[in-house]
């Protein structure tokens, strides 16, 4: 019988699933009936409703701002709400020179306080990530909005100032403030820091020119917080000086932490990491980067990690999902591929200097920060069905692979298995026609759990040598999502998850009918899974 930790950590619940379909000696597609529903009848409405519910019609597609999901919007509105009422909770009945000391010092204590969970959720080695199974996306989402309402508090902090001292002293005694006093002067940079951070982190700024956002919001964070440090240490507030110590120092642990594993696996035995690189076939402009790493990494689906190249912007990072890896060598060093698509900034560049290369390819040196994620497994759901648009691909398959190794070896629930992957032209199933024949390999001793479908928008006559020796079936046009799915509920075995990675558009559609599925399949177990990097 579910208990409350069914309730506070649903992965519990998961597991508990896996291990009872792995272990018990029924047969596979009877032993699972149990998990077809869920143990509560208002589950399927709670998801369809709430968990993945976007705050208006549509989430990804919305425009230049990705809405939050309902249950997001609630999470942020009731931590807005606390701090808002920590900061209000004065006392009013007293004279006005009572009132905004307790203002500042209200909004200031929590504004500090703040930047705690901001510098966390915006650590790539977020503890968090895994203790609560939920992605970085989510993290950044919380982050950005948390810097938000930094930012109200900061104008609550400084007003409570300004206000009175130019009601009684004029705006000449405030300038006078501002430029010789440490005290003010240091407030006065933090908070015209940290609006410059809110403003240019607006997507559609950020989305322009992500490099340049990127430097100059790591160097706006670090004047933010030696101004805001400065600031406390001049007024002797050792609370709030406290709450910025902690942050600054979980900022430096971090970095330190990312610079010992980008030591770790890129360097050994005086070996370091390469890359190959090489433009795909057809016309959507994409390369696959194979990285040579000198050791072994462990690494599981789900995973992204984030590329350095010596011959492409040698001093940014960047993140892409891992679309496969192997192990080899009397080192057990470790190849990781990924397949990136062309869209503008490091992207273009890689693709452009790919091409101007003898032979459409080159070498370089290269580093690999990561992996990170790989939290969301799949393992106990009877019936997984993965979609994938693009590139978004590379996602997908590592799954693929997954799920028919640990089949094989009685590892994970998954009984039924379905990609459907959109793209514009046939040609691009040559991005992943050597992994699609390890895959079809490994499926011959169950060659009913996987099937291939393939969608192809760009208005071309489906060639018959597209499935050839891989079992790929390819139809013309767009997929109708919905229909899909509600075939899929009718074959459920167990619990399914629907997983989708690709444009937004292609999200959001499969969102939609996740959500009416819920309903439609009479309440069966079925849970949503989106894969983004939004920054």
């Not at 000449?172 to 908070?191: D, E, L, N, Q, R």
């Not at 600031?231 to 900022?251: D, E, G, K, M, N």
């Not at 079992?471 to 989708?500: F, H, N, T, W, Y």
Request: charged letters at 15%; aromatic letters at 10%.
């Amino acid at each position: 019988m579910p208990t409350h930790t069914d309730i506070i950590f649903p992965y519990i619940k998961r597991r508990r699933r896996q291990a009872a379909i792995i272990l018990s000696d029924a047969e596979k597609g009877q032993d699972q009936k149990r998990w077809l529903y869920p143990y509560w009848t208002w589950t399927p409405s709670l998801k369809r409703s709430w968990t993945y519910a976007p705050l208006w019609k549509k989430r990804r597609a919305s425009g230049a701002l990705p809405l939050p999901t309902r249950l997001q919007f609630v999470f942020m509105a009731s931590y807005f709400l606390l701090n808002l009422t920590y900061v209000i909770l004065v006392d009013w009945s007293g004279s006005e020179h009572h009132i905004y000391p307790q203002l500042r010092k209200r909004s200031g204590t929590i504004a500090a306080a703040n930047m705690v969970p901001l510098i966390v959720l915006a650590a790539r080695n977020n503890p968090l990530i895994r203790i609560l199974n939920i992605s970085f996306d989510t993290c950044n989402f919380v982050h950005r909005w948390i810097g938000r309402i930094m930012i109200l508090e900061s104008l609550v902090h400084m007003m409570a100032w300004i206000y009175p001292k130019v009601t009684h002293e004029g705006w000449t005694v405030v300038a006078s403030k501002i430029t010789h006093s440490k005290f003010i002067t240091t407030g006065v940079v933090g908070f015209i820091s940290l609006l410059l951070i809110v403003l240019l982190s607006l997507r559609p700024l950020r989305s322009a020119a992500y490099e340049t956002f990127k430097r100059i919001h790591i160097l706006l964070a670090l004047a933010f917080t030696g101004a805001i440090m400065a600031h406390c240490i001049v007024s002797l507030r050792p609370s709030q000086l406290a709450y910025v110590v902690t942050a600054t120092a979980l900022f430096g642990a971090e970095r330190l932490t990312r610079l010992f594993w980008l030591y770790r696996r890129n360097l050994s035995r005086g070996s370091s990491t390469w890359a190959t690189v090489e433009i795909l076939p057809g016309q959507a402009q994409a390369c696959r980067v194979t990285m040579h790493l000198p050791v072994h990494v462990n690494i599981t689906p789900g995973m992204h990690a984030y590329l350095r190249l010596k011959a492409v912007q040698p001093w940014g990072s960047h993140p892409f999902s891992i679309a496969w890896w192997e192990h080899s060598g009397f080192f057990d060093n470790t190849k990781v591929s990924f397949i990136i698509a062309a869209n503008g900034g490091f992207t273009k560049d890689l693709y452009d200097h790919a091409k101007s290369q003898p032979g459409l390819s080159f070498h370089t040196g290269a580093a690999l920060e990561g992996p990170y994620g790989g939290h969301h497994s799949l393992d106990s759901y009877g019936t997984a069905v993965l979609f994938a648009g693009g590139t978004g691909i590379a996602h997908q398959i590592a799954y693929i692979r997954h799920f028919l190794e640990g089949h094989a070896a009685k590892k994970v629930a998954t009984q039924r298995l379905v990609l459907i992957w959109v793209v514009r032209k046939t040609e691009s199933i040559e991005w992943i026609r050597p992994w699609l024949a390890k895959i079809n390999h490994m499926r011959t001793q169950h060659p009913d759990i996987l099937q291939l479908r393939l969608f192809v928008t760009g208005g071309e006559q489906i060639m018959r040598h597209v499935g050839d020796g891989i079992g790929v079936k390819a139809v013309a046009g767009r997929p109708d999502i919905e229909p899909i799915l509600e075939a899929e509920a009718l074959e459920q075995v167990g619990a399914m998850c629907v997983s989708v990675c690709g444009p937004g558009g292609l999200a959001d559609d499969v969102r939609a009918a996740v959500r009416d599925v819920q309903l439609k399949s009479g309440g069966q177990e079925i849970d949503f899974a989106e894969e983004t990097f939004g920054w």
